[in-house]
């Protein structure tokens, strides 16, 4: 196992005093969005679903609701902060996607939102996960992309919000720029019948704009050591990110899904 810092040994460690209402900010923006494509899939309610990098869960919650016959699993490197334990049919696992195994066609759905971005060894990853779903099982993958930033007229929101995805890049390996082609990812891990689509969350007085700040503040040091943000930028930026007449878009969320070969190609290959 490499020395090299992982996300949430230091930064966005889920013991940081401020982390659970980072995660609250980021599941309220992206929730919407990603219950809208879940509900369009053809799952079965008693479906076995694994949720990936589950933070504090929101999203296992749903699905338990929706697939009420279902079994979902919610897994975390860290899942302390997970606030749906004790939810029937809901289990919480503390797990590594990048060192721990699931067995070989386990679930039926598989979806992992602003997680593999963050993992140096992502492609890997999502190949192993692709393994873990059953024949016709489908992988929904989320991953933040950083366009909207590099494109921004405001200096100090571009100026500021680029130097965060260096840090982020520096300290833990993340990739802002990953999920770009992320369909074709899913088409290199196997899958088939991918699709996909890019969204925004703006910020500004949002859901989106608090965790921007909050990503800022701890963020804040590195920042001002080796990228030379004063505290009053820093400031005027946090200000800024959460001011109800500021309405850039922050980062982009992509999403791609894409299904395991199997089951649904059989009546094709001999018809009845
Ligand atoms: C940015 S948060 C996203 C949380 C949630 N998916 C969401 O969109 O609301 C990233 C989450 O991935 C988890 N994570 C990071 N590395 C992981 C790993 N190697 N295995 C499993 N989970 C991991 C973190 O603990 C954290 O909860």
Same mark, same amino acid.
């Given at each position: ?5 992982? =996300? ?8 940081? !005093? ?21 509900? #369009? ?35 975390? #490197?860290?899942? /302390? ?68 930033? @590099? ?5 100090? =929101? #571009?100026? /500021? ?7 982020? @890049? ?10 770009? +082609? ?17 969204? +925004?969350?703006?910020?500004?007085? +949002?859901?989106?704009? #608090? ?12 920042? *001002? *050591? ?6 009053? @930028? ?36 001999? !018809?009845?």
């Amino acid at each position: 196992m490499s020395d090299a810092e992982q =996300y949430g040994d230091q930064l966005f460690s889920h013991a940081h !005093p401020a982390e659970t209402a980072r995660l609250e900010a980021l599941a309220q923006a992206l929730d919407p969005g990603t219950f809208h494509r879940l509900e #369009r899939l053809p799952l079965r309610e008693d479906s076995r679903c694994l949720e990936v990098g589950s933070g504090l869960g929101t999203v296992g919650e749903w699905l338990v609701r929706r697939l009420p016959a279902g079994h979902v699993v919610a897994a975390d #490197r860290d899942p /302390v902060h997970l606030r749906t334990r004790g939810v029937p049919g809901l289990e919480v696992r503390r797990f590594d996607v990048t060192a721990d195994e699931a067995p070989e066609g386990s679930f039926d759905l598989i979806h992992a939102r602003w997680v593999l971005s963050h993992l140096p060894a992502r492609q890997n990853v999502l190949e192993r996960m692709a393994r873990w779903l059953a024949p016709g099982g489908w992988m929904v993958v989320e991953d933040l992309v950083m366009f909207p930033l @590099e494109t921004s007229p405001e200096p100090l =929101y #571009r100026k /500021v919000s680029l130097a965060m995805c260096d840090v982020v @890049e520096r300290r833990i390996g993340t990739d802002c720029r990953w999920a770009r +082609t992320l369909p074709a990812l899913l088409s290199a891990a196997g899958l088939i019948d991918v699709h996909g689509d890019t969204r +925004t969350s703006r910020v500004g007085r +949002t859901p989106m704009g #608090r965790f921007w700040r909050l990503s800022a503040e701890q963020l804040g040091v590195d920042l *001002q *050591q080796d990228f030379g943000i004063t505290p009053e @930028e820093l400031d005027a930026f946090s200000d800024r990110v959460t001011a109800a007449d500021f309405t850039a878009p922050g980062l982009a969320t992509v999403t791609a899904i894409g299904r395991r070969a199997g089951r649904r190609e059989r009546p094709h290959a001999a !018809p009845l």
